[in-house]
Nanobody, 115 residues
Framework: QVQLAESGGGLVQTGGSLRLSCVASGSVSSISAMGWYRQAPGKQRELVGTITSSGRTNYIDSVKGRFTIARDNIKNTMYLQMSSLKPEDTAVYYC?????????WGQGTQVTVSS
């Protein structure tokens, strides 16, 4: 079994930066791709970006050039570096991991961007 724990959320002003972390524990060797999702109030959860085991990344258009996903396989940690934050980035951010055929989710961390 794999467990994921996010941290790093908080309140930031427009234009500011935050770095989220997602630490994996348990059967981490079974993890292939990982990703970040977010869910704003009253909206569906949406994909932010993904990273493969080899480090290849993909992002939704609205965060390209502002967000960067990185992965430290030694520390079993995935990061989401967010810069030039906007109020519309306000959401609960979740990490997930593909463990064999099972999709594992973290508990989420709140990011609030004030205008």
């Amino acid at each position: 079994q794999v467990q994921l724990a996010e941290s790093g959320g908080g309140l930031v002003q427009t234009g500011g930066s935050l770095r989220l972390s997602c630490v994996a524990s348990g059967s981490v060797s079974s993890i292939s791709a990982m990703g970040w999702y977010r869910q704003a109030p009253g909206k569906q959860r949406e994909l932010v970006g993904t990273i493969t085991s080899s480090g290849r990344t993909n992002y939704i258009d609205s965060v390209k050039g502002r967000f960067t996903i990185a992965r430290d396989n030694i520390k079993n940690t995935m990061y989401l570096q967010m810069s030039s934050l906007k109020p519309e980035d306000t959401a609960v951010y979740y990490c997930n991991a593909l463990s064999r055929t099972q999709l594992i989710w973290g508990q989420g961390t709140q990011v609030t961007v004030s205008s």
